[in-house]
């Protein structure tokens, strides 16, 4: 059994976070002693594993509720963690397409500018008048 301290140094979660993942429901109730202290099975350290591998990972809290319920009915089939994953990665390449073409912007701003007085800094004009960019930050969700 472990303390919630021990439990969330095996992780690398901090306390309150744990505290959040049981409000939230994503970590059950844990047994408590006489004096009222959370001890935490190894079942708990494996789910908070899970969860905290899941959040690197990208994957939101009900994202992880759910590969969370499919995990707890080993017999239901796999390709509903396979639409959650897949509906993920799509995310994650959503979001390195956004990310490239603020890079290519950054990168034509720094190009472009001479270094010279600031009243004629070219990155200070782009970022004045939107027009002058290149990129709808709208689409990038700025």
């Given amino acids: ?22 409000q939230i429901g994503l970590m059950p109730e844990p047994d408590r002693t006489e004096g009222g202290q959370r001890r935490y099975s190894l079942a708990a350290l494996d789910r908070l594993s899970f969860i905290r591998h899941a959040r690197q990972l990208g994957f939101s809290l009900d994202a992880i509720r759910e590969l969370l319920d499919l995990g707890d ?48 800094c070219r990155v200070l004009e782009v970022l004045r008048d939107h027009s002058e960019c290149l990129t709808d930050h709208n689409e990038i969700g700025a």
């Fill in 73 to 120: 009915h080993p017999d239901r089939p796999c390709e509903e963690a396979d639409q959650i994953a897949r509906r993920q990665l799509k995310q994650v390449e959503q979001r390195l397409q956004r990310l490239e073409a603020l890079r290519q912007e950054l990168k034509r701003m720094v190009h472009e500018c001479s270094g010279g007085r600031t009243a004629d």
């Fill in 1 to 22: 059994m472990l303390t919630i301290g021990g439990l969330g140094k095996k992780t690398g979660t901090k306390v309150q976070t744990i505290r959040y993942y049981e």
